[in-house]
């Protein structure tokens, strides 16, 4: 007998069935806000790429780079809409596809998020080292529409801090792919652990 590690969100059963719906729509919900986002040009950014695709889910990976911004997304309506099937089906509840899938999503989405916190901090440390003599070459002053102010006149240029709030953002994001990479491999072979005590030990350390 295998013992496997439990999956991430349980293993799906007909009370699941209202919670998954529930979540589906309201991530759905969620759409019209994206796509106003992405149209409009004041608020459209790369910065929340990891948060978007988590919120309309796809299955991909994305490697997106925005001067050194890494974002590595994993997402969510599909999943919850898997696991409403799969609380009426006992054939779907332990298909092998769905739970990888489900596994790869619930313990890989929250990285796109967490990759997109680093972006926003990384924005907001490196604006704030230009000073006014450079404030021109800074990303904040060639963002479309931005309402960002120049800084005083007299602000002095922190080249030495800009320097070390890049580098300390990119260790931050090398960070996020590791997490990611790992995790994509032990849980989209999750099933496999069901029946190879070696697998699943795998899995339990990846973990």
């Not at 589906?24 to 950014?45: C, E, M, N, Q």
């Not at 898997?82 to 313990?107: K, T």
């Not at 006014?132 to 060639?142: G, M, N, T």
Request: aromatic share 14%.
């Amino acid at each position: 007998m295998v013992n496997f590690p439990a999956p991430v969100g349980g293993v799906v059963y007909p009370p699941d069935y209202a919670p998954s719906i529930l979540f589906a729509t309201l991530y759905g919900l969620l759409v019209p806000s994206i796509i106003y986002r992405v149209l409009d040009k004041r608020s459209r950014t790369t910065m929340l790429i990891g948060t978007i695709l988590f919120s309309i889910e796809r299955y991909v990976r994305l490697f997106f780079y925005d001067f050194c911004e890494w974002n590595l997304p994993v997402s969510r309506i599909a999943v919850f809409s898997f696991r409403a099937l799969q609380a009426h089906s006992e054939r779907r509840r332990f298909s092998e596809r769905p739970i990888n899938y489900a596994q790869a999503s619930f313990g890989l989405g929250f990285v796109g998020i967490a990759s997109d916190l680093v972006s926003i901090v990384r924005c907001l440390l490196v604006n704030a080292t230009y000073g006014s003599d450079r404030f021109a070459e800074s990303p904040a002053a060639a963002s479309k529409g931005g309402d960002i102010t120049p800084p005083p006149e007299g602000t002095p240029d922190l080249t030495r801090t800009r320097f070390w709030a890049r580098r300390f953002t990119d260790i931050w994001g090398l960070t996020f792919i590791a997490a990611t990479v790992t995790g994509a491999i032990v849980n989209l072979q999750y099933y496999k652990g069901l029946d190879d005590q070696t697998w699943a030990d795998k899995v339990a350390t990846i973990r």
